[in-house]
């Protein structure tokens, strides 16, 4: 298994203003996954991330809204570009298992856009 | 799209009920997982379902997986208020298709 951890765990933000939530992880992954829930609720892919390359996005999501790096194997970052209120959710970000079929998540990020 | 159909999408009963969670789909998968989330949390997962009719247990919680592979079901006996959460089924390769969610409130 892989431990996960996200800073910061929550935030309350301006509108206008940006946010970069960072996520740690304690082995080398190839592949790092951005999720967006709301409370309560399921998970929505924002994007894929891998190391070396572009981060590949989901539709209604852009790069420019939410710019993530990816400088090594064991770290990324989602950035929540020029927010507004409707950004306010819950940020996750997990990696892939030894298995294709299985995800480890980190605790999630909680913005509140005011 | 292929997507994850769970029911019901919220639950509330008291401790020592036994429930039952669906997660349906209207294409084959080749194996699906059960993921539980507590409040403040990320998602953990319970357990991954391969073989059409599979059972799998772990301890009070029992998983089925449809004989078509289409379908699973997760059921709950004897409930405890640690099994508050929110219950998401998934299935895919890397990117994975991830059911509504079922809000499981556990009164005491």
């Known amino acids: 298994s892989a431990v996960i951890s996200q800073k910061p765990s929550r935030d309350i933000c301006q509108r206008g203003t940006s946010l970069t939530i960072q996520c740690q992880v304690d082995?080398?992954?190839?592949?790092m996954f951005w999720y967006r829930q709301q409370p309560g609720q399921s998970l929505t892919l924002i994007a894929t991330a891998n190391q070396g390359s572009e981060a590949t996005y989901e539709s209604g999501f852009v790069i420019d809204k939410f710019p993530i790096s990816r400088p090594n194997l064991t770290f990324s970052t989602l950035t929540v570009s020029n927010m507004s209120p409707e950004d306010s959710s819950i940020y996750l970000c997990s990696v892939g298992g030894r298995q294709v079929d299985m995800q480890y998540f980190g605790p999630g990020t909680r913005l509140t856009v005011l | 799209t292929q997507l994850l159909e769970q029911s019901p999408q919220f639950l509330s009963i008291q401790e020592g009920e036994n429930l039952t969670v669906y997660c349906n789909s209207s294409s084959v998968f080749s194996s699906l997982q059960w993921y539980r989330q507590e409040p403040g949390e990320g998602p953990v997962l319970l357990v991954t379902?391969?073989?059409g009719g599979e059972v799998k247990k772990l301890k009070r919680l029992t998983f089925q997986f449809g004989d078509a592979r289409k379908d699973s079901s997760l059921h709950i006996t004897a409930a405890q208020t640690g099994d508050t959460g929110l219950y998401l089924c998934a299935r895919g390769n890397y990117q994975l298709i991830w059911g509504a969610g079922t809000k499981l409130i556990i009164k005491p």
């Open positions: 082995s080398q992954v190839t592949m």
């Open positions: 379902v391969v073989t």
